[in-house]
Nanobody, 127 residues
Framework: QVQLVESGGGLVQAGGSLRLSCSAS????????MGWFRQAPGKGREFVASITWNSGNSYYADSVKGRFTISRDNARNTVFLQMNSLKPEDTAVYYCAVDRHPYGNPPKTLALEYEYWGQGTQVTVSS
């Protein structure tokens, strides 16, 4: 049974930082790209960041570029999202996901290109 579990969300003041983690179990995803998406209340799910299977390439949404950093630890089957200089508009539920196909490059930015999803972790940024 494949399971992705996000953690690290919470309440933070604007300008603060959080580090999200996503741990995968049930199979290894070392050959698969992984991504982070978010969904704010009343809005659709939007791309945040993605990384290739070997960390050789990463993409970011323009809204987070320069503030967020995606990374992964294949030995731990875990992907991270370091979020700095947080803004109230970053408030959302954050989801991690696994690419449908192995060895993809460039990393994917569309939700339909991802097969497995976590349950999400809430990030709330107060002004």
């Amino acid at each position: 049974q494949v399971q992705l579990v996000e953690s690290g969300g919470g309440l933070v003041q604007a300008g603060g930082s959080l580090r999200l983690s996503c741990s995968a179990s049930g199979r290894t995803f070392n050959s698969y790209g992984m991504g982070w998406f978010r969904q704010a209340p009343g809005k659709g799910r939007e791309f945040v960041a993605s990384i290739t299977w070997n960390s050789g390439n990463s993409y970011y949404a323009d809204s987070v570029k320069g503030r967020f950093t995606i990374s992964r630890d294949n030995a731990r089957n875990t992907v991270f999202l370091q979020m700095n200089s947080l803004k109230p508009e970053d408030t959302a539920v954050y989801y991690c996901a696994v690419d449908r196909h192995p060895y993809g490059n460039p990393p994917k930015t569309l939700a339909l290109e991802y097969e497995y999803w976590g349950q999400g972790t809430q990030v709330t940024v107060s002004s």
